[in-house]
DNA sequence: GGCACAATGCTCATATTGAGCATAAGTGAG
DNA sequence: CTCACTTATGCTCAATATGAGCATTGTGCC
C-alpha cells in the first residue's frame, strides 16, 4: 500500500467520533486444507475449554492491538499453535450470531471472521496438539465418491419426519421445499456446493450434537451418521470452506495450491475429486486439463507404482496472466463410481 | 434456530474466558444495488465527519449491543439512515487493514464488515440525505456497454508510467503483469469481474483521491477519468460488491432480485447488461432464459411505447428447486455494441 | 397503406460435453 | 518369457451449447 490516510483520523467508519463506543470481541479462525494421498484434511487442534473432551476445533485466537491486520493476525496464531506456515489465504465469512457464539450474557458480540487456507504439504502436524483430519469424519453425508453414502438413508428419513413435523402445513411445505433444495430429496438434485445449507438444515432439524446442550443426549443420531462434532460452531466454518472450496475450484485454479511441484493428472484428478465429493471422467478430465493449458509437462515420470508409469507435470503459472478465468469446470460423472 | 447453546457460555471463540481481552471497533456498511431506467445504482447518504466535504458515502453504522445479529444490525442502520427496506441481504467482505481504516491511533482494530443488498425499487429515496447514484459514477472505467470507456486511454498510459516507474526490472515487470490481469493491458483480455483488483492497482498506483490526504492536491488524476471520490475506504466496499455481483449473476438468478413483479425479457437483459457492464446479445439471451426455464410467460403485454409490444414474464421461482445452480452463463458480445 | 421500430422465430457453423473404445507401457506371477 | 493385470493415454462420436446473423411479426405514427 502506498500513503497513509489521515482523512479519517478522527472518525470511525460509521462517521462517529467517540473512542470505542461500542466495543466487541473479534475472533480469528482457519480453516487449513491440505490433501493428502487423494484425501481432503483440515488442521485441528486440541481444544482446552471445551466441556464435551473429545470434540477438536480449528486453529483460532482473538484479534489482539498488535496484529497489522486480520490476515496476518491468523497467520500468527496459526502459526503459533500448529506451527504451519500458510501460503494461499483466503477470507471465508464473519460469522456473528448471538445464539450460535453464545455470548449473549455479556451484552456485547463477539465475532469470528474466518479463514480458508490451502497448504501443499502435509507435515507430521509440528505439535501433538494440532493434527490432520479428514474433512468427511466430520461431514460424512459431504462424500459421494464411492457413491450415495449409506448414511444418507438414515438422514433423510429423519429430515422427513423432522419435515413433517410442523402443524402448520404451509411451514412443512417450506420444509420439505428446503430439503429437495439441499439434500435432493423429492425430486431434487445434489448439488456439491450446497455443504453449509445442509449442514444449518441438519442443524435445525437437531440432528447436530453441538445444537443441543453440552452433553449431546438430547440428539436422536449417532456419530456414525452425523459426523464427529466440534468445539464451538467450527464444523459450520467447516462446512463453509468446503462449499466456498467446491464453487472455487471450478473457476479458479486453486487446486494447485494443494498439489507438490510436480504430480501426474491422475493425482490432480484424485485431489479434485477428493474436494468435490464427486468422480470425475478421467478421459475428460485430462483433456480439460489439457486444453485450458493448465499444466505443463515435465521430462520426468512415475516409477515403482502399479501399472503404465504416468508423466509428471507443472502447473503453468502463465495462465494466471493469459486466461481470463481459468478453472475446472467439473461435472460429475454420472456413473456411481 | 433451535436450541440456546449453553456449551460456550463462558468461553470466547478462542477458548479464552476472560471478558472482552482485546476489544475492537466494529462497523457495519451496505452496499444496496437498484437497477432502475436501465442503469446500475447504488444508494448513498451524506457523510457529516469528512473533510472533503462532499464525496459521500455509503449507508453504515457502528455494530452495537442491542443488534441480535450483524444482518439485522445492518438493515436497522439502513433504515434509520435511508428508510430503505432491504429484502435480498447477504455479506460482502469483512475490512480491517490499519492502514486503510485510518484507525491506528486508538491501538485497536475498527472492522468494517459489508453486505451487499439487493433491491426491487428505487423510491425517491425517502430522505434527503439519502440518494440513488449510478456506480459507475465512482468507477467510470467499469462500464464498457457502448464499448471501451474513452478515459481508458488515460488511465492506461499513466498505469503504465507506474508500472515502468520503478527502478528493479523485476519489480516493473511483476506490475506489468497485474496491468495485463487486471485492465486487460499487453495482451492480456478484460475481465469484468475483476472490479476490486482494478480500484487497488489504482489505489496503489496513486491515481485515486482517497489515497491521497484530504486534499487530494498530490492527485495526479481529475474526477472525470478516475471517477467521483467517497468516503473513507467506500469506494473500495462498492468495487468489491460489484466485483461479487458481476460473478454472482452468472450462476444464480440473483437479477431478479431487481425486477418488479412482471417485466419483459429485454428490460432483463437491460438489467444484466448495466450490472456486469457489457452488451449481450439479444436473441441468444432470450433463448438462454427460455431454455433455462428461469421466466413463466404472464398475459400481459407492453404498451405505449415505440415498437412491437413485448410479453411481459415473470420469474419462476420454482427453478430454484429444480435447477442444480441457475443462472446466466453471459458472455459478453463481440460486436463492440 | 407504408414506415420505423422493437419483439420474436429460426438457421447454421463451431465449440464444448459426456461417454466409451482402443492402445500403450509398465509390474508381478508362473 | 509370456500372460494377466493395471494404469496411462489417444481417439471417436453423438448430443448440446454457443456465437452470430437473417427473417418475420406486431404496433404506433404519418
Not at 90 to 108: C, I, K, M, N, P
Not at 165 to 179: G, N, T
Request: aromatic share 8%.
Amino acid at each position: 500500500m502506498t500513503t497513509a490516510q489521515d482523512t479519517q483520523r478522527e472518525t470511525t467508519q460509521s462517521g462517529e467520533a467517540h473512542a470505542v463506543p461500542n466495543p466487541s470481541a473479534v475472533g480469528l479462525v482457519a480453516v487449513i486444507v491440505a490433501a493428502t494421498d487423494g484425501e481432503p484434511r483440515a488442521l485441528t487442534v486440541e481444544v482446552e475449554g471445551q466441556a464435551a473432551g473429545r470434540a477438536r476445533g480449528l486453529p483460532a485466537g482473538p484479534l489482539v492491538p498488535e496484529h497489522p491486520t486480520l490476515e496476518r493476525g491468523l497467520r500468527a496464531w496459526v502459526e503459533r499453535q500448529t506451527h504451519q506456515r500458510l501460503g494461499y489465504v483466503e477470507q471465508l465469512y464473519t460469522f456473528g450470531d448471538r445464539d450460535r457464539q453464545g455470548d449473549e450474557s455479556a451484552g456485547l458480540h463477539s465475532l469470528s471472521v474466518a479463514y480458508l487456507a490451502l497448504v501443499r504439504e502435509v507435515r507430521p502436524a509440528g505439535l501433538a496438539e494440532a493434527s490432520w483430519r479428514n474433512w468427511y469424519g466430520y461431514l460424512p453425508w459431504e462424500d459421494w465418491r464411492a457413491g450415495r453414502p449409506a448414511i444418507l438413508d438414515d438422514i433423510e428419513a429423519r429430515l422427513l419426519a423432522w419435515a413433517a413435523s410442523p402443524a402448520d402445513p404451509k411451514q412443512s411445505r417450506r420444509r420439505q421445499d428446503r430439503l429437495a433444495l439441499t439434500f435432493g430429496l423429492c425430486g431434487g438434485a445434489w448439488n456439491e456446493e450446497r455443504v453449509l445449507e445442509r449442514y444449518e438444515l441438519l442443524f435445525e432439524a437437531g440432528l447436530i450434537p453441538e445444537a443441543h446442550g453440552q452433553s449431546g443426549a438430547a440428539c436422536p443420531t449417532d456419530i456414525a451418521t452425523t459426523g464427529e462434532p466440534m468445539a464451538f460452531d467450527h464444523r459450520r466454518v467447516l462446512a463453509t470452506a468446503i462449499g466456498r472450496l467446491r464453487g472455487k475450484i471450478k473457476y479458479r485454479p486453486v487446486v494447485f495450491e494443494l498439489m507438490p511441484p510436480t504430480f501426474t493428472l491422475f493425482q490432480l484428478q484424485r485431489t479434485v475429486e477428493a474436494l468435490s465429493g464427486t468422480n470425475l471422467h478421467k478421459q475428460n478430465f485430462r483433456r480439460l486439463v489439457a486444453q485450458q493449458g493448465l499444466v505443463e509437462e515435465t521430462d520426468g515420470v512415475t516409477s515403482g507404482a502399479t501399472g503404465r508409469p504416468a508423466r509428471l507435470v507443472r502447473f503453468r503459472r502463465e495462465v494466471l496472466l493469459e486466461r481470463p478465468a481459468p478453472g475446472f469446470r467439473l461435472r460429475a460423472s454420472r456413473r456411481p463410481a
